[in-house]
């Protein structure tokens, strides 16, 4: 019995101490491993792609010169928004709210357009109306000479009413000719203005009629109108005057600077 414990000693020793051999040796190989280096940012910012080689730029034999822009506007011409950062646009050309329904020859974008002259003079009265307690709104501005065609191309063809009921309810349309719609437009030199008043909370004011309105209600004298509407219309028309701009007595929303720069130009670049 002594014998066979014996035996059974000296083979848990050797199974000790191969166990101790290769714990040994394991060590000394993980001594032997290069450190890792552990990383702190995120896993995105690091690319794991191997970089293109930088190749040396090819020097031509003469300087190519910087591409100039094109101007946006002719000389003497601004953007409105430019001028006035916090009038209203409601272009309504560029849409298809208008007296013929859909969007107008020329106008590529809902933008304003005027001279320099026109856009300060509306500038000062916008001030005046802001301390007020309005805000400009602008139907139209500047007009391309290819829009009033269009206007005159529409007018003469007879079939298309669809909008007779909202814009000349009382008239036939081969009266809009020569009376509210003409073959030159002074939109088309720059320096006039189609616009109302809003509230300081965006709200339209009562001006007895809107833009565009083929009928004597659109005339500044109207005895049709309320007396509060009639103190509107007198209110835009007194302020815009004081600037410098002419009323319209058929179009109450109607106005152009009197001392125009273009008076004989009329002009048929696109709204844009």
């Known amino acids: 019995m002594n014998k066979k414990l014996g035996i059974l000693l000296v083979i848990l020793f050797l199974i000790l101490c191969i166990i101790l051999i290769m714990k040994l040796e394991e ?140 814009y000349y309810p009382n008239l036939h349309k081969s009266y809009l000719i020569g009376n509210f719609i003409s073959s030159k437009s002074g939109h088309s030199r720059g320096s006039t203005v189609d616009m109302s008043l809003l509230d300081l909370e965006g709200k339209e004011v009562d001006m007895g009629g809107y833009f565009d309105l083929f009928d004597s209600l659109s005339y500044y004298e109207n005895s049709k109108i309320t007396d509060i509407q009639r103190e509107n219309r007198k209110l835009l028309r007194e302020v815009m005057v004081e600037c410098g701009f002419i009323p319209s007595n058929g179009e109450w929303w109607h106005f152009r600077l009197d001392n125009e720069p273009y008076p004989d130009t009329y002009f048929d670049f696109d709204v844009e």
């Open 27 to 166: 060590d000394r190989e993980h001594q032997s491993a290069p450190t890792q280096t552990i990383h702190t940012s995120s896993p995105y910012a690091t690319s794991t792609e191997t970089p293109e080689p930088t190749l040396e730029p090819t020097l031509s034999p003469t300087p190519t010169p910087e591409a100039t822009p094109e101007p946006r506007l002719p000389e003497g011409f601004v953007y409105v928004k430019d001028v006035i950062p916090y009038i209203h646009l409601d272009v309504r050309y560029y849409t298809d709210k208008n007296f013929i329904g859909s969007r107008i020859d020329g106008y590529n974008a809902p933008v304003a357009i005027l001279t320099v002259e026109a856009a300060e003079a509306l500038k000062k009265a916008c001030e005046i109306f802001y301390q007020k307690g309005y805000i400009v709104t602008i139907y139209d501005a500047y007009r391309p000479q290819k829009a009033v065609e269009h206007f005159v191309r529409w007018s003469e063809d007879e079939s298309d009413t669809r909008m007779k009921e909202i």
